[in-house]
């Protein structure tokens, strides 16, 4: 943007029948004036640097900032131990179905058994199962509460972006 050219300024004045010196004391103000606004102007590298409309559009939303994993989300999340000792898809997979449970000794079957030796031996069977199933109903929770994790971090970085946006950018 041009300079203020304040003798022409005066000039003008003078000839409008503003005397010298007052027309000089609005030539200075005016020239203070304009050098402020001139330097609170964004520059071309100021708005090529500034957040698109799509940049805006793309942005998070209060709700999904909402919905965000907290520090102690993310603290209480799965460790790779954790998940190293999780069941894996064979190990479900070989677990036992409900058809097998329903064909499995009941209370009754298991009061007429002849000897303390086959009721032992059902007792773990039974105690193996359930373990079984506490193992699979453990992992299903655990893949389930991972995947939600996941996503959860995702808009937690967009929020992250969205603040240094912020930062860069005071107008967003």
């Known amino acids: 943007m041009p300079g203020f050219d304040t003798l022409k300024y005066v000039l003008e004045l003078e000839h409008a029948g503003v005397p010298r010196a007052q027309a000089e004391g609005h030539a200075r103000a005016f020239a203070a004036v304009h050098v402020h606004n001139q330097d609170q102007m964004a520059t071309k590298h100021d708005i090529a640097n500034m ?7 793309n942005m998070a939303t209060k709700d ?34 409900k058809d097998d449970i329903a064909n499995m000794a009941t209370k009754d079957d298991i009061a007429n058994m002849a000897t303390k030796q086959d009721i032992a031996e059902i007792q773990k069977d039974i105690a193996r199962l359930d373990c079984a199933v506490h193992s699979l109903v453990t992992s299903m929770g655990w893949m389930k509460w ?27």
Do not use: H, Q, W, Y
């Open 64 to 97: 999904d900032i909402a919905n965000m994993a907290t520090k102690d989300d993310i603290a209480n999340m799965a460790t790779k131990d954790d998940i190293a000792n999780m069941a894996t898809k064979d190990d479900i997979a070989n677990m036992a179905t």
């Open 51 to 57: 957040a698109t409309k799509d940049d805006i559009a």
């Open 146 to 172: 991972i995947g939600t994790g996941t996503i959860t971090i995702c808009f937690f970085c967009a929020a992250a972006c969205f603040e240094m946006l912020k930062r860069v950018s005071p107008a967003l």
